[in-house]
């Protein structure tokens, strides 16, 4: 097995390029979840495959009823494994917009740091497949494993088509021995880690009307039923803000409890809450009963506002009774919960408690089922060397509260193990104004992945 | 007394010009509550000025802390009563903008109404006093009674400046044997009312403060209180959804029982509730005991939402555990409670109900007290005449669940009667998009004036 000193070399010399290659990458909004950016999404993709093809590899951009998908492929080690890597070009939304102290799309390095939208999530740490298997394609000519890419421009916005996509191909052009997404966090600074569980998501969009036009809530007020309280109750209606705990009934029918080993592994951890409740200024939940910080961010299900929206929202005051208001709430999901019946529980207990006088829409935008993969095989021990050789310490195994959807579906269509290999901080404000990427732990990734291959190839 | 016949008939001829002028007047957003607006309040009070000084009255345009007041009068005819109309120069903001029909600003003829902010509320209504005043001095060179005018620009933001000043001036320059007001409705079309009751008000903003940053919600779901579900729970928990009681602790102490006579002639009025169900697509509150309709809006205290807002609004879905939420909330009020106690009472509540991990601030806006006015001396007997000369049936007595700040304190100050003389109608979408205004309830608002001065002047 080579101990990849060749490429590590080159890695060294020429990591300042990689980083502005990564620059430019991250100057394109490529905003999936809106309209809008359609254009913007598309050039992004159109970057991504120039720069895959430049490397070496065959490309080959597949388009879909959304966002186009990227493949690529080098397929010149016979006999050897193929590693299929995942990532997404995409992004979220870089709203509130006013709370950046630099344009989300203009990557600038502050300190160790760089910042801009996308940084970590995902075009930092999916960028390091790219660059590892150009370096070592550019010092040897050739891979120790065969390599494919697939990279998908709407997890932001649901994965509808890589979702389709991989179901249709059925493991004949995907077909590889594993596949490693880099898309989580470490454990913790200087603490590399390799996720096994990934929580599943349902996100809905409820609108509730009323009247059938805005009133003055003078003349009106008492008389109909206002569409904002409506709303709230609803809303407060689904989860016990006391212990957390969701009120829908059957809502935790599906869960699989956590095992005794997972709660123990969690415990050895060592977490910090009192740090946590530090850097977020108090808002750490307190007095939940039964769980741990940990066990209830990585590993119980959720529910979550994410928006809300109604009548007069400008300075001062308006006496207003809207027509109507709407939210968005979201579930994170644990196996074996599923987003179809989280619609359906949900739609019943909203239709249950809506009030008389206003009608409710309960949207489901789009969700993902909750998946954990098994972190103990040969390729896992791989991946955990690589890391360590790296970062000079062990890799953890453990969970996140966030959703990949693909990552299930690798699993059950391709029935390899999956590798959630992440370079990221949880404090590298994923979704958040200034989202940032460690400039180190890019450089790093790149090492890691180079060691991967190496240590797959034999 | 005159039978006002020679002005009626000046009216009639000259009503094509007085509704071009009024459409010169509505063209002015004077939206009081936004600041950027400062500068179309202030033309619009210069417009107002210049048309009572052109009518030849003597005119003071008196600056304030905020917008200024437009002071005028004519005061020629000693020993007769002294009229002071009190109307409003500034609008309601106009937005949701895109549900109106035609620009808010461009008051534009459909069918029978002008449609535009402010054509009833209040520029349409108390407009009527000038051309009024202004028809009678132009076509007899004098005026039955003496008049003055006083004229505010910020009674849709609070009126404080108007407030002050009447306080201030303790019936010096104001000095008046009655006050005429026209910003209420009339009971239905064709029937004419004098309005004895409004409603106080207390206005709030609540804001609920979380993380100090906003946090993807799959990371930190479950970890941290998220501020908009602790909304949510703090607004539904002001009211019970199903009576429409308020759940504040001392909410009702101090509120006036309704009379046994008022219950009466409320019900004597024979509102068609089944009406209003169908007007208002079924959004008419059911269920609640104890009160009819009118009592409800009329005459008894409510809480409503008038705007919520956090996390994201945009198009499809986000992911966000968003730092902060806010929302706008009012409560009208029925005498004998007040804002100041009514604030205190709900900075309580919220305290008391807000879930450990977030933190509150409650913002009271503005407000007013609630007003009852006496509805039985001669000048109400003059009022009711006048309206029953122009519009062929007699005024009816009723309340309304709006406030007009400065009528308790005129009532309070003056010692006078306050007369409140409306002549818009409930479904003309104050506060909404396409507020209207029936034109011929213009001209026969005209009409009333004159013949309520007339009266007057004996």
Chains 1, 2 share one sequence.
């Not at 590993?299 to 027509?323: S, W």
Request: glycine share 10%.
């Amino acid at each position: 097995m080579s101990d990849s000193r060749d490429v590590l070399a080159r890695v060294e010399r020429e990591q300042a390029q990689y980083l502005e290659e990564l620059k430019e990458y991250i100057r394109i909004p490529s905003i999936s979840t809106d309209p809008d950016y359609k254009g913007e999404v598309l050039r992004c993709a159109g970057f991504l495959a120039d720069k895959l093809r430049a490397a070496g590899l065959t490309v080959e951009t597949i388009e879909t009823e959304g966002h186009p998908l990227v493949y690529a492929e080098w397929l010149g080690a016979p006999g050897k494994p193929t590693v299929l890597f995942y990532g997404h070009y995409d992004v979220q939304p870089a709203d509130p917009l006013e709370e950046w102290r630099n344009p989300p799309f203009e990557p600038t390095e502050e300190g160790d740091c760089l910042v801009a939208r996308g940084t970590t999530d995902d075009k930092g740490q999916s960028y390091t497949h790219v660059k590892a298997v150009a370096a070592m394609l550019a010092e040897r000519g050739r891979l120790p494993v065969n390599v494919k890419f697939l990279v998908e421009g709407e997890e932001e916005s649901g994965g509808e088509a890589i979702e389709k996509f991989v179901r249709a191909d059925a493991g004949r052009k995907l077909g590889c021995t594993s596949v490693v997404v880099s898309d989580t966090s470490m454990y913790q600074p200087g603490v590399p880690a390799l996720t096994y569980g990934l929580k599943g998501l349902a996100y809905f969009e409820i609108r509730v009307y009323g009247p059938n036009r805005d009133l003055h809530s003078g003349v009106y007020g008492g008389g109909v039923t206002n569409p904002l309280n409506a709303l709230c109750g609803i809303v407060a209606s689904l989860r016990d803000e006391a212990t957390g705990r969701v009120r829908i009934e059957g809502f935790y029918d599906d869960v699989r409890p956590l095992a005794d080993w997972e709660r123990k592994e969690f415990a050895a951890l060592g977490f910090d809450e009192v740090e946590q409740r530090r850097d977020l200024e108090g808002a750490v939940r307190s007095g939940v009963v039964g769980y741990t910080y940990l066990e209830r961010t990585w590993a119980r299900p959720t529910c979550d506002l994410n928006g809300i929206f109604g009548g007069y929202m400008g300075k001062g005051a308006k006496t207003v009774l809207p027509a109507w208001a709407g939210c968005k709430v979201s579930f994170r999901l644990v196996a074996d919960q599923t987003p179809a019946k989280i619609a359906e529980l949900l739609r019943a207990h909203v239709e249950k408690v809506t009030p008389a006088g206003v009608r409710v829409e309960v949207d489901y935008l789009h969700g993902a089922d909750a998946v954990t993969v098994d972190a103990t095989g040969p390729e896992a021990e791989a991946a955990l060397s690589a890391l360590e050789d790296v970062w000079g310490v062990r890799g953890v195994r453990v969970r996140t509260g966030g959703a990949i959807p693909i990552v299930g579906t690798f699993a059950q269509v391709l029935q390899v193990p999956v590798l959630l290999l992440g370079f990221g901080l949880e404090d590298d404000r994923l979704h958040s104004p200034n989202e940032k990427f460690n400039i180190s732990h890019y450089y790093n990734g790149i090492r890691t992945v180079v060691r991967l291959l190496d240590r797959m190839g034999g």
